[in-house]
């Protein structure tokens, strides 16, 4: 009989370690399929936004051969060749290369193939060397941005000319261009050195990425002085009671409020109450001070929990004062760790664009600010205004923008890594 019963509750046994067994392996799995399904997801994001993006950073461009107009005469100076219209000169050069092109309508489907940029492009060029008037140059100029896709491959030459922009007329000058060497693909330097324009082929990022670093400058001189500052009164200094705990929950709760209502704050006080300039990146920074400081406080403090209280009892044991103690003991243990958080923090800051649409940063923006107070734009937002253009163009240059973020985030990313890696100390 108690053999019997033994058996008994030793199979009974057996079959619940191995329904707990079956259990732990159906866990198992069901994890690494989670890790396996997010991986296809994030793989599938960033091929999709490269595949879109990388052919951004090449643009065609169209080899012309600039001659200065008879206007100008034997000798010119600066001011003529500021006042020089330099669009009806790209306009005769293209005239002199296809002599036989008659009527307006054929002059005019001609003259779309170069970017209407172009002409400022070529002034540039002119003004920094006038001797390429003088001499008769070669110069590359962007091609209209139709033009650029029809190279690149994504218009289907097989497509009906109703469902094309380009018609079959422009297109067999193109290729008689391509066949005597006069288009090529090169690498597209306005993309990172101009500022937002309504034709595709001439826009860039610059403009964006002085505006965020403006606005992330002000945030960084803000929010880290003042987020430890905070931290180490909070944490070493303050009593404990109902206040400090209340300061706590609140702080608590900031870090979690969503962005835009950082926006309207920033909406009411430093724009309808101070009185500050809309799209100005000194005003993007101190919204995006508000919304970082939470996160930065509550990493400091965590840094400062994280220092033993043995170096603060040592240190208060050969006559240090409170304030030494933390000064030249506990901060410099903190500081890696502060320097992680705020490095974080960011780095969310850069990806923001809720709350700088609510303080008037989507507007259109062509200079390239000069300081904190111009108006501006941010590479958030700057995407965020390509995206909703209509032009193909600008699928790719918003891939591309995104792709230059992204850089900048894991650039962000591994510096906090590596200080927390080089200057962490265990204990």
């Known amino acids: 009989m108690m053999t019997s019963r033994s058996g008994s509750i030793k199979a009974a046994v057996q079959e619940g370690l191995r329904r707990r067994y079956r259990r732990e ?39 012309l051969d600039i001659t200065a107009p008879a206007s ?43 970017s209407p940029g172009a002409a400022y492009q070529l002034r540039e060029k002119v003004m920094a060397d006038p001797s390429l008037l003088r001499g008769g140059a070669s110069v590359w100029l962007p091609a209209d941005d139709e033009v650029d896709m029809l190279v690149k491959g994504h218009v289907d030459r097989e497509t009906p000319e109703a469902n094309r922009r380009l018609s079959d007329q422009q297109i067999a000058w193109l290729d008689q261009l391509a066949a005597d060497g006069r288009i090529e693909r090169r690498f597209n330097r306005l993309l990172f050195t101009s500022g937002d324009s309504r034709d595709p082929e001439v826009a860039g990022i610059w403009g964006a990425a002085v505006g965020s670093f403006f606005m992330l400058s002000v945030t960084l001189l803000l929010a880290f002085p003042i987020g430890v500052a905070t931290a180490i009164y909070l944490e070493e200094f303050a009593p404990r009671n109902r206040w400090t705990d209340l300061v706590e929950v609140n702080i608590n709760n900031l870090a979690a409020v969503p962005s835009i209502v950082f926006g309207l704050l920033g909406l009411a006080l430093f724009i309808n109450f101070a009185g500050l300039p809309r799209s100005a990146p000194l005003v993007g920074g101190l919204v995006l001070t508000l919304m970082t400081l939470p996160v930065i406080i509550i990493a400091a403090r965590a840094a400062l929990t994280a220092v033993p209280p043995s170096i603060r009892e040592a240190a208060l044991g050969v006559g240090a004062s409170k304030m030494q103690m933390v000064v030249h003991h506990v901060l410099p243990l903190a500081m890696p760790g502060m320097l992680t958080g705020t490095i974080i923090g960011m780095a969310r800051a850069l990806g923001e664009s809720a709350p700088l649409l609510m303080i008037g940063m989507v507007a259109f923006i062509v200079d390239i600010p000069q300081g904190p107070l111009d108006p501006a734009t941010a590479l958030p937002v700057q995407i965020y205004l390509w995206a909703d253009s209509p032009e193909r163009a600008f699928v790719e240059r918003t891939s591309a923008a995104i792709l230059v973020l992204l850089g900048f985030l894991l650039v962000m990313n591994a510096v906090a890594i590596f200080l927390r890696k080089r200057f962490e100390r265990r204990w």
Not at 31 to 54: E, K, Q, R
């Open 25 to 63: 392996r159906r866990f198992r799995w069901l994890g690494l399929g989670a890790v396996v399904l997010g991986m296809v997801f994030l793989l599938f994001f960033f091929a999709t936004i490269v595949s879109n993006g990388y052919s951004a950073f090449v643009q065609t461009h169209i080899l």
């Open 72 to 114: 100008l005469g034997e000798e010119w100076d600066a001011t003529q060749l500021e006042r020089l219209s330099y669009r009806a000169l790209i306009r005769d050069v293209l005239q002199a290369q296809f002599p036989e092109v008659g009527g307006r309508d054929d002059l005019r489907a001609l003259n779309k193939l170069i």
